[in-house]
């Protein structure tokens, strides 16, 4: 109970600051880049009638849309610091699943509490960032000179500093710019701002998003600020990913280039020890992944991932020698190093013990969802089964279990063309 109170007291204080009011909103799809009913047109600053576009204004347009969605990337990787705010109408409009509200002070406040530039931001959160993976859409009409919205695709994280535990709440989803050229025709400005989250607003089976109540987004956020208690121990170090997208019910992450230990194997506590004594003296990544194909007779493998790719490298650092010397034991026969590029994959979470009834129910759980969300899956996939494992074989607690199915960006995923690193 003193838990959920805290947790009441969080949300209240959040809700108190801004206008806790959304706007009705129908149904956006992705594939039509998220168009308004009817686009915004230009109109000259003393009347109503359309202005005739040529070829010259046009142009001028675009290069005025280019411009904003330029200053998009920058305020985004900046966390908005500074916000521009002359690219924003003054009557500029922000909703999001929780909150609402009016006026570009307001809104640069919102964003000032979020990354703690403001006392009361300072006072609950710390460590806020948002990853940009897209800008798109801002097409300029050859008929009318009308503006299509411009639409962006984000993960934004925030720790919450005073529960004990410290929470990392993470979002993924879209956001909706509503945008015009001012009267005097110098800037295209943003009117209107509408975010969705992936955990909630995809309503359609092709990617659509819509609006919920709001206590479903209230639901989701107090969701991720529960502790996290009875975890079984991780075997080693996890390999850090990119969080693309926090779905219902699975995630979608990319993985940055990297080495694996494989090896083939009947039981996997045998593979665990052959690829521990194959490591020994460096430390391994997690997960252990194993690859089950759905043919009894052929063979399942387990890897080990050994090294990956940071930002800031331009390769892959060197498999340490002595791993590679040891292969020419005939133990290790069997083992190999195998180079794995940077992949997009969708995950599924599972807690009890990785066994055959318990995965496959969790594989079919994961195609259900992402089919749901209008994620195609890969056919190649349906021949195998590929499950990560976390914690050490034996380990008592909470486990982590996952289930991994890859995602092709040739047949289509929203992250295909992303510009994250």
């Known amino acids: 109970m003193r838990q959920f109170l805290l947790y009441i007291w969080l949300v209240s204080s959040l809700l108190f600051c801004q206008r806790a009011t959304i706007d009705a909103f129908t149904y956006i799809n992705i594939s039509k880049q998220c168009r308004a009913p009817s ?4 109109f000259k600053a003393s009347s109503s ?3 005739e576009m040529d070829t010259s204004r046009i142009e001028k347009v675009r290069k005025s849309v280019d411009k904003l969605k330029k200053v998009l990337e920058r305020e985004y990787i900046s966390f908005f610091d500074p916000m521009q705010c002359e690219y924003y109408s003054n009557d500029v409009t922000f909703v999001d699943p929780m909150t609402s509200l009016t006026g570009v002070e307001k809104y640069k406040g919102n964003v000032d509490m979020l990354a703690s530039r403001t006392l009361f931001g300072k006072f609950l959160f710390a460590d806020a960032g948002i ?19 411009i639409t962006t695709r984000w993960t934004l994280k925030v720790t919450v500093t005073k529960l004990p535990w410290t929470p990392t709440a993470r979002f993924t989803g879209i956001s909706v710019y509503e945008v015009s050229e001012d009267p005097e025709g110098v800037l295209v400005k943003v009117n209107k701002q509408i975010d969705f989250w992936d955990s909630i607003n995809i309503v359609g089976t092709q990617g659509e998003y819509g609006k919920v109540d ?12 529960k502790p996290q208690n ?12 990119e969080l693309l997208r926090r779905g219902k019910d699975y995630e979608i992450r990319r993985y940055p280039e990297h080495t694996t230990a494989v090896v083939p194997y009947t039981r996997r506590d045998e593979a665990f020890d052959l690829l521990g004594s194959l490591t020994k003296g460096i430390e391994p990544l997690s997960p252990a992944l194993m690859t089950v194909p759905n043919d009894d007779n052929a063979k399942k493998t387990m890897a080990w991932p050994l090294l990956y790719k940071s930002p800031s490298e331009s390769s892959i650092p060197q498999v340490p020698q002595k791993i590679l010397d040891k292969f020419q034991d005939p133990i290790w026969s069997d ?31 994961l195609r259900e969802a992402i089919s749901r969300d209008g994620i ?19 380990s008592l607690g909470k486990r982590r ?8 960006s040739i047949t289509g995923h929203p992250w295909a063309n992303s510009n994250s690193s």
Not at 39 to 42: G, P, S
């Open 214 to 225: 709001k206590s479903i987004a209230i639901a989701d956020f107090l969701d991720q600020l």
């Open 39 to 42: 686009a915004t047109k230009l």
């Open 49 to 51: 009638t359309v202005v």
């Open 376 to 394: 195609l899956i890969p056919s190649e996939s349906d021949s195998f089964v590929k499950f990560a494992q976390y914690d050490a074989i034996f």
């Open 131 to 149: 990853i940009l993976h897209s800008v798109e859409g801002g097409d300029v009409s050859l008929s009318d000179g009308s503006i299509s919205n």
């Open 230 to 241: 009875g975890n079984a121990a991780a075997s080693f170090t996890e390999m850090p990913y």
């Open 401 to 408: 279990g996952e289930v991994w199915l890859e995602l092709n």
């Open 335 to 365: 083992c190999e190093i195998e180079t794995v590029g940077s992949k997009v994959v969708a995950v599924g979470t599972f807690r009890d013990a990785s066994v055959a009834p318990i995965v496959r129910k969790a594989d079919r759980r």
